[in-house]
C-alpha cells in the first residue's frame, strides 16, 4: 500500500477518500442542526448523547484524523504543484477559461480552516471539552447547545461570519465533490456532468441546511 | 478585404538553459491578417537578421497542425486565443491593430528552456519511453471483422490517439501536471484488445516515470482540455486513475 502515500494518483485517492468521509460528516452535522429549528430540548438531547460517551469519543477521534489527513496532504500536493509549475512564472497571466474555485481549493481550504478554529472554540470548547475536563469554559452546561447557539447569534456579527465561512465551504464543495469521484476514476463522459450536477446538489444542501440557523437568527433573532 | 495590422511584441529572449532569460519589445508594422503567427515571427526574424541581430529561436516542423512541434504561450493561452489549433494554425486576423502580444515559452520544471521560445519536452518521450507501446506479439493481420471492437470504443481510442504531445496541457495546469497527455497515451492502448494485455504494466510504469520526471499532481482544474488543440477530454484522465488504481490492487 506504499503507492499510497509516493504516487501521484495515491496521493489524490487520499484527498478524495478523506473528503468524501468528510462530507459524510458534514451532512451528519447539518441533519443535526436543522432540530435547533424546530425544539431546542431535542437539540439539546443530542448534544448530550455526543459529549463524552465513549462513542462520540471515538468518532470524534476518527474526525480529527479525517480533517488532518486531508490538511496535510492537501499542503503537501499544493506545495509539490508549485515546485513542479517551476520558479519562472507567465508574463500574461493565464486567460484559460477554468473555475476559480477549482484554481483556489487551498486558499478556500484555509478560510475553512480559519471559520473551524473559530468554531471550536464557539462551541466545542464549551461544550465537549467542558465535559471531558470538567472545567467550566462556558456559562451553561456542556450539553445546552440550543443555549450557546443563541447567546452566540444574538450578535449579527457572528451570523454573518459564519454565512461567509458557509460560502467558502459551498466554493470548496462544488468543485470537490466531482474531483473525489474523478480521482479515484469513478467518472466518464457520462458520469462527469452527472457529478458535476450532484456536486451543486449536495454542496447547496449542506450550505442551505447549515446556513438556516444564523439567517433564522438574522431574520427573527431567536 | 485584406486586413493589415501595426504589433507589438514582448518576446521571451534568453541565449541558452543556464543563461538569465528577459522580454524584448519588438514592433511590426503591416501585418497581413491572413499570415499565420509562425510566418509572422519569420516576418519579425528576417528583420532581426538585417538589422544584424539574433533570430527568436522557437520550435516548428510541420506547420498544419500534426506533429506537435509547436509551441508558445501567447496572451496567456498555449496555442493563442483560438480554440482547437496549435500556434503555427492560429492565424493574425485574432489580433487587432495596435495589440501587444506576449510570447512566452512553455513554462513547467520539466520543460527547461533551451532557447529563446524552445523548450526541452523530452520528458515526454521518457514517459513513453516507459510504456506507451504494445510489446506483445498480436499476430499477422486478422480478418477486419475477426476483433469486434463497439464503435463509441474505437472512437474514444481514436479520441485519446488524437494527443500529438504538444505539451500545452503542460503549459496550461498551474499544477504543471502531465496528467491530460499520459491518460491520452494509457487510454488509446488501454482501451483495445491488443492494448490490454500490458494496460496494468504500462498504467504502473508511466505514471512511475511521469512523478519521477517532476511533473505535479492533477487537481482536476480542467485547463488542460480547455487548451488542448486536440479537445482530449479529462475523461481519459479519469480512465487513467482508474487503470492505475486496478493495477496497485492486483498488486
Known amino acids: ?222 | 478585404m485584406e486586413k493589415t495590422i501595426n504589433i507589438t511584441l514582448k518576446v521571451w529572449r534568453q541565449k541558452g538553459p543556464k543563461e538569465q532569460g528577459r522580454f524584448e519589445t519588438y514592433k511590426l508594422n503591416g501585418i497581413s491578417g491572413d499570415t499565420s503567427f509562425l510566418e509572422m515571427l519569420d516576418i519579425l526574424n528576417e528583420q532581426l537578421v538585417n538589422e544584424g541581430k539574433e533570430p527568436v529561436a522557437f520550435d516548428n516542423d510541420c506547420r498544419e497542425g500534426i506533429c506537435g512541434m509547436c509551441s508558445l504561450y501567447i496572451n496567456g493561452h498555449p496555442h493563442g486565443p483560438d480554440n482547437l489549433i496549435t500556434t503555427c494554425q492560429l492565424h493574425m486576423r485574432h489580433f487587432n491593430d495596435g495589440d501587444t502580444i506576449s510570447v512566452e515559452p512553455w513554462r513547467s520544471a520539466a520543460f527547461p528552456v533551451i532557447r529563446d521560445l524552445m523548450v526541452d519536452r523530452y520528458a515526454f518521450d521518457k514517459i513513453i519511453q516507459a510504456g506507451g507501446y504494445v510489446s506483445v506479439n498480436t499476430g499477422g493481420v486478422p480478418d477486419a471483422n475477426a476483433i469486434p471492437i463497439a464503435k463509441p470504443i474505437a472512437d474514444e481510442a481514436m479520441d485519446a490517439a488524437s494527443c500529438i504531445g504538444c505539451g500545452a496541457c503542460v503549459a496550461a495546469c498551474k499544477n504543471g501536471s502531465a496528467m491530460l497527455f499520459v491518460s491520452a497515451k494509457v487510454s488509446q492502448l488501454a482501451l483495445l484488445p491488443q492494448g490490454k494485455v500490458e494496460a496494468k504494466e504500462r498504467a504502473r510504469a508511466m505514471i512511475a516515470r511521469m512523478d519521477e520526471l517532476g511533473f505535479g499532481n492533477c487537481t482536476n482544474t480542467r485547463a488542460c482540455e480547455q487548451e488542448c488543440p486536440k479537445g482530449v477530454s479529462i475523461s481519459n484522465i479519469a480512465r487513467l486513475n482508474r487503470e492505475f488504481l486496478k493495477a496497485k490492487f492486483a498488486e
Open chain 1, 1 to 222: 500500500m506504499y503507492w499510497l502515500l509516493n504516487s501521484s494518483i495515491g496521493r489524490k485517492v487520499i484527498m478524495s477518500v478523506s473528503g468524501i468521509f468528510l462530507i459524510l460528516f458534514l451532512l451528519f452535522h447539518m441533519s443535526m442542526n436543522l432540530t435547533l429549528l424546530f425544539s431546542a430540548e431535542a437539540y439539546d438531547m443530542i448534544c448530550g448523547l455526543l459529549g463524552a460517551n465513549w462513542y462520540a469519543i471515538a468518532g470524534t477521534l476518527v474526525l480529527v484524523a479525517g480533517v488532518a489527513v486531508h490538511i496535510l496532504y492537501a499542503s503537501l500536493l499544493t506545495l509539490q504543484n508549485r515546485r513542479a509549475r517551476g520558479s519562472k512564472g507567465y508574463l500574461a497571466s493565464s486567460k484559460t477559461d477554468t473555475e476559480w474555485s477549482a484554481k483556489n481549493m487551498y486558499v478556500l481550504g484555509i478560510i475553512i480552516v480559519l471559520g473551524l478554529l473559530l468554531h471550536l472554540w464557539n462551541f466545542w470548547y464549551k461544550m465537549q471539552f467542558a465535559e471531558l475536563t470538567g472545567i467550566h469554559t462556558g456559562e451553561h452546561l456542556p450539553h445546552e447547545g440550543a443555549a450557546y447557539v443563541s447567546e452566540l447569534f444574538a450578535c449579527p456579527c457572528y451570523c454573518v461570519i459564519y454565512l461567509v465561512w458557509l460560502g467558502a465551504i459551498w466554493l470548496h464543495l462544488t468543485h470537490g465533490v466531482w474531483s473525489a469521484f474523478q480521482s479515484v476514476g469513478l467518472s466518464n463522459k457520462t458520469w462527469y456532468p452527472r457529478w458535476k450536477t450532484i456536486s451543486y446538489v449536495v454542496s447547496t444542501i449542506i450550505v442551505l441546511g447549515f446556513a438556516a440557523v444564523p439567517i433564522k437568527f438574522l431574520l427573527f433573532n431567536v
